[in-house]
């Protein structure tokens, strides 16, 4: 025998369904509605493609002999070379009469429907020295267990003596329903009267293995979503961030993927909401989901909505959310109206008061990036330094002109933080004093003093969790015991803690080892014993999380060498 190698809620424009922070549920009518066409997600079981362990939920042993011990059923899937198992076991001779049997019966999670299977399996019976008629039969049944010798619904089967499928063999098919099986039997010949029954041990002994099973799931529900906060929408004009609260849900596959838009713009990518554990990753997702529903089937989302990255004015604000099995739902559909910022710039005209620098047109300053608005990336704690030239609208320097600088923090309106001063190239530079996510904006006037505004430049600040990972030793011996422990810094931690993904690099990747919890201070640890001797590279990567207050961060690399 072959070894395993190692529709949707709307909350339209101009309506208001709930308000203030106490949100209850909308209208039951509201609640969902079916995806235009049903979706579908691969889910390994026992093992996955490279016969790696996975779960076996969606299982169900049965063991209808008596006794129960002449027969039995074993989960292994957590070894290399495991399998959901059946055997009849009974005392060498013994009879065991007819009907009875003993296996297993797979039946897919509410609101989904298993399209096909692809199952490798294995089995057996032994040779019997008596009657002929006195022995069991083994089938994959795509309805369940075997109901007898002419069953239907058998995709494969074995009802005779020295029947034996070895190596695995794989089947492909499709269910009835929601069920399949693989079943051991001792069946009485069909319209034969008194049939003999099994014999136990022996030639009579026998034995099926379901060694991996990949199936095809569809579901043809979306996601569904209710109670809105509208304390984040309710007043307008919408300024900094905002914090869009509400529950969504998924019944079949789980939730998987979100994506927020304001006026046509990305302002939160389309990504996993909730990993659950390792077990709803976008790595998965590729290669295959370990269980049925791999994915949170209700959880309550808190998006942050940065209005800094749009325009001033009437924006359509959309939230679309996926499921595993990639049915999308757009949950939230509205015209909302943005303010931020300084005052908005005002007709260029005569200069009224001092004049705000020297040394070219000022009337026509402007600031000498291309680009009005821009992005910079860093990492929570890690000071940032921004910087521009002002010029006028031939390129000529102006100096000494006094700029205002405001920053849009949360939910806050922008507030003057600091006035710098161009120097003798029309060099400014500010250097926020926190790090944490939102919106710089520099703004110039033709006269001091004015906020008649000709020229604004602004930047919106991108801030990761800043994670470090350690280990105890560098250099270790096989079995010897490694320690890694880190901290994540991210502003706020929930009580809780948040989850972190320690993770190994292998030829296709980066997959996890472990997934961890920090304390409330950020702070994690896990201990590991090496079976195998090798040079192993190790992460430690924050995963996304509604709690997070800034972008999920990822660990330098660390180094281990593992000796024989």
Request: with cysteine.
């Amino acid at each position: 025998m072959r070894r395993n190698p190692a529709g949707p809620l709307h909350f339209r424009s101009g309506t208001c369904c709930l308000s203030g922070r106490d949100a209850s549920p909308l209208p039951a009518a509201l609640s969902w509605a079916p995806a235009a066409s049903a979706g579908s997600y691969t889910v390994w079981s026992c093992h996955d493609g490279n016969w790696n362990s996975a779960p076996t939920d969606g299982w169900t042993p049965t063991n209808e002999f008596r006794p129960t011990g002449a027969a039995n059923t074993n989960d292994s899937c957590s070894l290399a070379a495991g399998s959901l198992s059946s055997a009849i076991t009974g005392a060498e001779g013994s009879r065991l009469y007819a009907p009875m049997r003993v296996g297993w019966t797979y039946s897919a999670p509410a609101d989904v429907t298993v399209a096909s299977v692809d199952m490798d399996t294995a089995w057996g019976i032994g040779a019997d020295s008596g009657d002929d008629n006195a022995h069991p039969a083994l089938a994959i049944s795509r309805a369940g267990l075997l109901t007898g010798r002419t069953d239907p619904n058998v995709v494969a089967g074995c009802f005779s003596l020295n029947c034996n499928r070895v190596p695995d063999t794989r089947d492909v098919f499709v269910p009835v329903g929601r069920t399949f099986g693989v079943t051991i039997a001792c069946l009485a010949d069909e319209g034969v009267t008194g049939s003999p029954s099994c014999r136990g041990g022996g030639g009579g002994r026998a034995h099926l293995y379901m060694r991996r099973a990949r199936l095809t799931m569809t579901e043809d529900l979306a996601p569904t979503a209710s109670a809105l906060d509208e304390a984040a929408l309710g007043t307008q004009p919408l300024s900094g961030v905002r914090t869009l609260k509400f529950n969504a849900y998924d019944k079949g596959s789980g939730l998987y993927a979100a994506e927020v838009r304001l006026g046509g713009k990305v302002v939160w990518g389309r990504s996993v909401m909730n990993e659950n554990g390792g077990a709803c990753t976008a790595a998965l997702k590729a290669s295959g989901f370990r269980g049925g529903m791999p994915c949170q089937p209700g959880l309550p989302l808190s998006f942050p909505i940065d209005t800094t990255a749009v325009a001033d004015g009437t924006h359509q604000l959309t939230v679309t959310l996926w499921d595993a099995a990639d049915n999308q739902a757009t949950v939230i559909d509205r015209s909302v109206t943005v303010q931020n910022g300084a005052p908005a710039p005002t007709p260029t005209g005569p200069v009224s008061g001092a004049p705000n620098g020297t040394g070219g047109s000022l009337a026509t300053a402007r600031f000498a990036s291309k680009k009005t608005q821009s992005t910079r990336s860093t990492t929570y704690g890690r000071k940032v330094s921004l910087a521009d030239q002002l010029v006028d609208a031939k390129g000529k320097a102006i100096v000494g002109a006094q700029v205002d600088v405001y920053e849009t923090r949360g939910g806050e309106r922008a507030q003057k933080v600091a006035t710098v001063t161009s120097d003798g190239r029309g060099k400014i530079r500010h250097r926020p004093a926190t790090t944490s996510p939102g919106l710089i904006e520099f703004a110039y006037a033709p006269a001091t003093g004015s906020t008649s505004y000709v020229a604004r430049r602004s930047v919106r600040l991108r801030v990761a969790a800043a994670v470090t990972l350690r280990t105890s030793v560098r250099d270790v011996r096989r079995r010897a015991p490694v320690r890694f422990s880190g901290t994540v810094r991210a502003g706020t931690i929930p009580k809780g803690g948040l989850q972190v993904a320690i993770e190994t690099r292998g030829p296709s990747g980066w997959r996890g080892a472990k997934i961890v919890n920090t304390d409330a201070k950020g702070r994690f640890a896990w201990s590991y014993r090496f079976q195998l001797a090798a040079r192993w590279q190790f992460r430690a990567r924050v995963m996304r999380s509604s709690e997070l207050a800034v972008q999920p961060g990822t660990s330098p690399t660390v180094k281990i060498r593992v000796r024989s």
